[in-house]
Nanobody, 125 residues
């Protein structure tokens, strides 16, 4: 089992950047595929990015490619999401998630077994 804690959210102006972090407990961090999702008020949770177990494969939601970079440091049990050129429509609670299903990465929330509590990102215009 793994516990996930996100940090790094906050208020930023449009065009700004944020780097989210997600720290995990446990000694088997490298055995999990990690994902980032977000949920805006009144909307469903949606996929943002994912990264394979050793970081060799990454996947991004098509609408956000080029503005995002997901990375992980297995020695520090941490996954990161660098977000650039943020826009007001990026305002949401951002969650990290871990999956022990076989595969490189996943876009579906139901494939993830563990979730953090989320961190709020607010982008002002």
């Amino acid at each position: 089992q793994v516990q996930l804690v996100e940090s790094g959210g906050g208020l930023v102006q449009a065009g700004g950047s944020l780097r989210l972090s997600c720290a995990a407990s446990g000694h088997t961090f490298s055995s999990y595929v990690l994902g980032w999702f977000r949920q805006a008020p009144g909307k469903e949770r949606e996929f943002v990015a994912s990264i394979s177990r050793i970081g060799g494969y990454t996947d991004y939601a098509d609408s956000r490619k080029g503005r995002l970079t997901v990375s992980r440091d297995n020695a520090k049990n941490t996954v990161y999401l660098q977000m650039n050129n943020l826009q007001p429509e990026d305002t949401a609670v951002y969650y990290c998630a871990a999956s022990d299903d076989p595969g490189l990465s996943f876009r579906t929330a139901s494939q993830y077994d563990y979730w953090g509590q989320g961190t709020q990102v607010t982008v002002s215009s």
